[in-house]
């Protein structure tokens, strides 16, 4: 009898690594490429399967492991993340848990960059002097519309970047500052509970001279009072919950620029409209954004105009590019095949903490 | 007698460079920070001036001249730009001419990397989805709002990026491209009148490596059919006008990205909005464009939404930093003062040819 996998999410040409395996049976949602899978259908196809591709918006809980029955040996999320997965239960059952970390890397360090340099030149104010008609009655004097430069120069040649999260997603932000923007100094504050990597980052230092002349862990009173661009890239939670709250903007400079494309709940949503509206600090590109997706005019981010022109909200499409999502989707369909196979999943959640 | 220096524009802390100097009378338009200095008002105040300080939209033509009389000695610009002045005017005259080229090369690159990452993600379209209300019901797929990556990945390694013009900025975009996003590929065509610059580019090229892989001269159908990235960097004028144009755009990916920080004109705009309405290109980011700043909702990139949401249009604002406005600010200052004084500019324009 053909082992079932069941794929609620689109998986673009990867899913012919799938479908292409004569000793499968794989159950697809039909409308996968455009539309969320209901959950209804998800608990009625999951019977009997060996194993589950889902995304981050499919809970997998212990409705949906009932529903599947004892065969279950692999859940496969197309994601980083895995709130979404009752992992101790999944552990408990020795079922492996395959998601994808580290290959958004890339496309994510690309999307801080980007909103870096939005929210310092201020393109909704700028793009709206264009849409609404202004365009060929502006005064055109020197200063007008002037913005804090991302890169150094030979005439200033000293540029700060902060770091709340110092990951592998941080550092490619680094390298494309340091090398492309001759971003000469870097802080970030570690952990509270992680001891201090003094080889690690003697070693990204190295890697990054000449250009880079300083890479330092400090606290947050000097990470809001030091850095001209902060991105924020922590993880969500309570413990990292409201980290930038109003006492944080108010030690930042005029002209700082805030980046999020870590967890929406990192920034109190408040205190940056705040922030904004008084000019305690220039302005603010998000990729995250809390009570996301739950967030369009009415939020405090964008109801008002004078907030509005400084902040840049996408709405959390850091890791959204073709290649990318591609690679997520191969892995994605390499894990529950491997999973289903019995094998060590090529990208695989350790549960040995539940077992 | 004291020497007089009329300024038509804003410099910023840079004008205490002249004013106080106890033996110069500095004769400033009063409303320089909020508008554009009046004709009228620099037609009657430049009588007897030693020193004109303007910018670009100052015309600097036989009546100026004529009504500043035979002290003039020096026409300062707080542009890159020298169109709105009579050269060969001037030259006849012994007028020396100061201009502000090189400073704003590191601020107008990270504008085209801006409009890059922009144009590829479509941020106009992204943004939108939060600003119409819609991401709350935003139905998630992986492949949903994807996008051309603009950074080499592990998984996808190959990146070309060409040039319309190759000078300072180019290199600068190239420099942020390479080291900061790993491209891999470079094109550019050459000014045709140019002989080979083959010992520049090999230099180039060493420089750039290992990042860089390949930097060739190519003709305009290779620079249209390879580039995945293409910065349109050339001056202004017949020569180049409409070299982008509908054959051009035709040949190019569909999944390419047009990028102009160099001169409106370059561009044909009919043949640009039929080229992304129709899919032959991914998308544009433009800090200039034909007819500006005559452009509004009307203009036939932006009239429709399924052109509009592919392309990005900044009002020419690639320079419009405060470091770099300020040092342009610094050298038109010191160049009036070194005219004013008989010394040669600090940047001043050969005007050998017409003397």
């Not at 930042?252 to 620029?257: H, L, Q, R, Y």
């Not at 805030?258 to 109190?268: A, F, H, M, Q």
């Not at 400084?310 to 491997?338: Q, W």
Request: glycine share 8%; with cysteine.
């Amino acid at each position: 009898m053909k082992k079932k996998i069941v794929v609620c999410t689109d998986l673009g040409p990867a899913l012919s690594l799938l479908t292409l395996r004569d000793d499968l049976d794989v159950v697809v949602w039909p409308d996968a490429v455009d539309t969320e899978c209901p959950r209804a259908w998800l608990l009625k196809n999951v019977q009997g399967a060996s194993g589950l591709v889902v995304c981050f918006k499919e809970r997998v809980d212990g409705e949906v492991i009932k529903a599947a029955g004892p065969g279950l040996r692999a859940v496969s999320t197309i994601s980083v993340g895995y709130d979404h997965i009752d992992l101790p239960l999944l552990a408990s059952r020795n079922i492996q848990v395959g998601y994808t970390p580290d290959v958004l890397t890339d496309a994510v360090a690309d999307s801080a960059v980007m909103l870096a340099l939005m929210a310092s030149r201020r393109t909704n104010l700028t793009t709206s002097v264009v849409t609404s008609n202004a365009w060929s009655a502006f005064q055109w004097t020197p200063f007008a519309l002037s913005a804090p430069q991302l890169s150094t120069t030979p005439f200033s040649a000293k540029r700060t970047v902060g770091f709340l999260g110092f990951g592998r997603i941080a550092q490619a932000v680094l390298r494309r500052l340091t090398f492309g923007f001759g971003v000469s100094d870097t802080i970030y504050t570690p952990r509270p509970e992680a001891p201090p990597q003094v080889m690690r980052d003697a070693e990204l230092l190295r890697g990054l001279m000449p250009n880079l002349h300083s890479l330092r862990a400090v606290d947050m009173h000097t990470l809001a009072a030091d850095s001209d661009f902060l991105f924020v890239l922590a993880p969500g939670g309570e413990a990292t919950r409201h980290l930038i709250d109003e006492s944080f903007l108010r030690r930042m400079k005029p002209t700082s620029v805030l980046v999020n494309n870590g967890r929406g709940s990192v920034v109190d949503s408040t205190a940056l409209a705040k922030a904004l509206k008084e000019g305690w600090i220039w302005g603010a590109g998000l990729d995250v954004i809390e009570e996301e997706p739950h967030v369009g005019v009415g939020h405090v981010l964008l109801a008002e105009p004078e907030v509005r022109e400084k902040c840049v909200v996408v709405p959390h499409l850091g890791s959204a590019t073709h290649d990318t999502r591609a690679e997520m989707a191969r892995l994605t369909a390499v894990n529950v095949l491997r999973g289903v196979d019995g094998e060590q999943m090529e990208s695989g959640l350790d549960l040995g903490r539940w077992q």
